[in-house]
Structures are given as structure tokens and as C-alpha cells.
Nanobody, 127 residues
Framework: QVQLVESGGGLVQAGSSLRLSCAASGRTSRRYVMGWFRQAPGKEREFVAAIHWSAGSTYYADSVKGRFTISSDNAKNTVYLQMNSLKPEDTAIYYC????????????????????WGQGTQVTVSS
């Protein structure tokens, strides 16, 4: 199995930046997809961004495109989410997710595509 631990969340003002980290351990591989999801109170968990470790391809939700950047450090088994120009509507618990299944890029946005989940890190953006 794979264990995921998120870090980097906090309380920031609108317009500022944060970088989240997701460290993976256990039975990891170079072919899996890792992604970020977020969930605000009373709302469904929604896709934010994903990256394929070997190909380096990325995909973003329209709501964060141009503001957020996902990247990876394969040697450290770590994925990052750089969040710029944060808005109050970005406030949520951010979860890291991973899958070792071979999936078409169109499936990366689905919660059910992922096998492993972190515990989440809180991001709060004040207006």
C-alpha cells in the first residue's frame, strides 16, 4: 500500500500564495498518477489537479487553471501544489490522492479512480 501525508496548509489573505506538499511512502512506483482534491463544508470533494509521474503530463480544474501549478519530485516521492492568487472560495480541506492503475487522462478527475488518500490539510483564505 501507499501512505500519503499532506502538509503546507494554513490561513492566508486573499491574493497570497501557499505551497502544499504530499509525501508518498510504501509501495510506490514511477507510473502512477497523483492528484489533489479539495472539499469545503457541505460540498462534494472536487478535483483540483493531477500529474502523471513518468510522462509529466498535468491536468487542472477550470477553477484553478492559471493560478495553481502541480509538480513532482520523483526522487523524494513528493508532489507539490503551488497555489497563487488565492481566493476565499479556495478555502477547503485539500487532499492528496494516488493510483497505480493505468488510466486515461479523462479519468484523472474522478474520485473513484484513486486508491490511496491522505488525511488532508486545511487551507483557509480570508477576504
Amino acid at each position: 500500500q501507499v501512505q500519503l501525508v499532506e502538509s503546507g496548509g494554513g490561513l492566508v489573505q486573499a491574493g497570497s500564495s501557499l505551497r502544499l506538499s504530499c509525501a508518498a511512502s510504501g509501495r510506490t512506483s514511477r507510473r502512477y498518477v497523483m492528484g489533489w482534491f479539495r472539499q469545503a463544508p457541505g460540498k462534494e470533494r472536487e478535483f483540483v489537479a493531477a500529474i502523471h509521474w513518468s510522462a509529466g503530463s498535468t491536468y487542472y480544474a477550470d477553477s484553478v487553471k492559471g493560478r495553481f501549478t502541480i509538480s513532482s519530485d520523483n526522487a523524494k516521492n513528493t508532489v507539490y501544489l503551488q497555489m497563487n492568487s488565492l481566493k476565499p472560495e479556495d478555502t477547503a480541506i485539500y487532499y492528496c490522492a494516488a493510483t497505480n492503475k493505468s488510466l486515461l487522462p479523462g479519468l484523472w478527475v474522478l474520485r473513484t479512480s484513486y486508491d490511496y488518500w491522505g488525511q488532508g490539510t486545511q487551507v483557509t483564505v480570508s477576504s
